[in-house]
């Protein structure tokens, strides 16, 4: 036995880990940043992140700094919090979310999490009993597969439609469900489609969880960044026709990521997940896990009560005028098009033609080479569940999104097959 260890160890690492985080977004962004070229004197250009944070057209307003301040400076958050969060917070989340809703939410409600992951991760955990499934959209989010499947609940794909603005394929999620089904998740505004729901069709989803017996998440992480024909709808108003959890934080219309405030909120006025314990189930989760930090929920009252509508409408005409520029600069790349202009959020999906391009592969080797040759980085679509597709992000300095954009149609007059 060499220096008097053990003859066997008797540990291993939980390959559940590694198979679940096989694909995530950073991790194809940072595969595609070993791709640089350190000779090209350019900057790089990232399209591929939904964090604005760096760019100073984007900053936060001073007013949320001040409330942070505020909090810090009053020394009545240096010490642990309550699992579900402080009620001040809660109280004042209940309120802001209420504005948009035709009832009440009390601050029983609403858990604060460590971002709007945090409250994905609580919500499929509670989902998780042995044999249930939940529905996802495909295009979407890959954290919800990724944290599904670490905690064995089956995935199962719904399409969003591209020709009808990206509407929920709502006869393939009837088609798709069955007794083990526990939920559906949508994301509206779109990540990573661009696009924001309608009205009509937000109510045909809850009619359809109704039906089918199943609790509908709502992912609103980028609420009220819209700028097109829709204005934003939360799902939670149509929490008396089938129960509702919202996922949502600050992190995208404060412009915050960083600060990692987040929450889940539950909209279901008839009690149906009091009933079925699933209240008990989150309050269960959040007693063994971390919460978010005391001194930012403390500054969140402040927060919420002073920022003004200018700031709001200010990073909203930002987004729908690069939103814009993304449009109409992607008409000029022949081998990329785009089925529907963004609406929300700060993404677009666009399609990608192989058969215009000389020695391309698929839409991995498309992101690979564009960032070795030209320096710019965008996300293959199958990291979001699309092959041969491109999640594009438009929330960039408007500079900074011209020439990427200049970029890729340089790379793909390079790379085009010659007719």
């Known amino acids: 036995m060499e220096n008097g260890g053990a003859k066997e160890w008797h540990f291993r690492g939980n390959e559940e880990l590694t198979k679940a985080s096989a694909i995530t977004i950073r991790g194809v962004l940072n595969m595609l940043m070993e ?19 760096e760019f100073p057209c984007f900053r936060t307003t001073p007013l949320a700094v001040d409330a942070i301040c505020d909090s810090v400076r009053s020394a009545k958050y240096n010490g642990y919090g309550s699992t579900v969060g402080i009620p001040p ?22 858990y604060l999490t460590i971002g709007c992951i945090q409250a994905i ?4 955990q509670v989902l998780a009993r042995p044999n249930a499934n939940i529905l996802l959209p495909r295009p979407g989010f890959p954290f919800y597969e990724s944290r599904a499947r670490f905690c064995h609940l089956e995935v199962r794909h719904f399409d969003l439609i591209p020709e009808k603005g990206w509407e929920v394929d709502l006869d393939a999620v009837e088609a798709l469900a069955d007794e083990n089904t526990a939920a559906m998740v949508i994301i509206n505004p779109g990540n990573p489609c661009g696009n924001v729901f309608s009205y009509e069709h937000l109510k045909k989803v809850a009619e359809t969880a109704r039906k089918l017996g199943i609790l509908v998440i709502a992912d609103e992480v980028y609420d009220h960044l819209t700028f097109g024909s829709n204005p934003f709808v939360p799902m939670g108003v149509f929490g008396s026709i089938a129960p509702i959890v919202t996922v949502g ?28 314990g699933i209240v008990d189930s989150i309050k269960g989760f959040l007693s063994i896990s971390s919460d978010p930090a005391t001194f930012v929920q403390g500054a969140i009252p402040q927060i919420l009560k002073n920022t003004t509508n200018e700031f709001f409408s200010k990073i909203v005409n ?12 992607i008409k000029d790349i022949h081998c990329i098009t785009c089925p529907s ?15 215009l391009l000389e020695g391309i592969k698929d839409d991995v080797d498309f992101c690979r080479r564009l ?49």
């Open 341 to 355: 202009k963004p609406e929300g959020s700060m993404f677009v999906m666009v399609k990608l033609n192989l058969s």
């Open 371 to 419: 960032a070795e040759e030209e320096s710019v980085i965008v996300l293959p679509g199958v990291a979001v569940g699309l092959k041969n597709w491109l999640r594009v992000t438009f929330a960039v300095e408007p500079s900074s999104l011209d020439d990427g954009l200049g970029r890729i149609k340089a790379f793909y007059e390079r790379h085009a097959k010659q007719q």
């Open 35 to 53: 791709n640089l070229n350190p000779d090209d004197s350019r900057s790089v250009i990232s399209l591929g992140h939904g964090d604005p944070s």
């Open 318 to 329: 930002i987004l729908m005028e690069a939103a814009d520029l993304c449009y109409d600069r």
């Open 89 to 110: 917070a809660r109280s004042a989340i209940a309120e802001y979310l209420s504005k948009d809703l035709p009832y009440k939410l009390s601050p029983d409600d609403v």
């Open 249 to 276: 934080s600050i992190s995208k219309r404060w412009i915050v990521p960083g600060w990692r405030l987040g929450w889940l909120v539950t909209n279901d006025p008839n009690g149906i997940l009091m009933k079925h």
């Open 121 to 124: 991760e609580v919500i499929l």
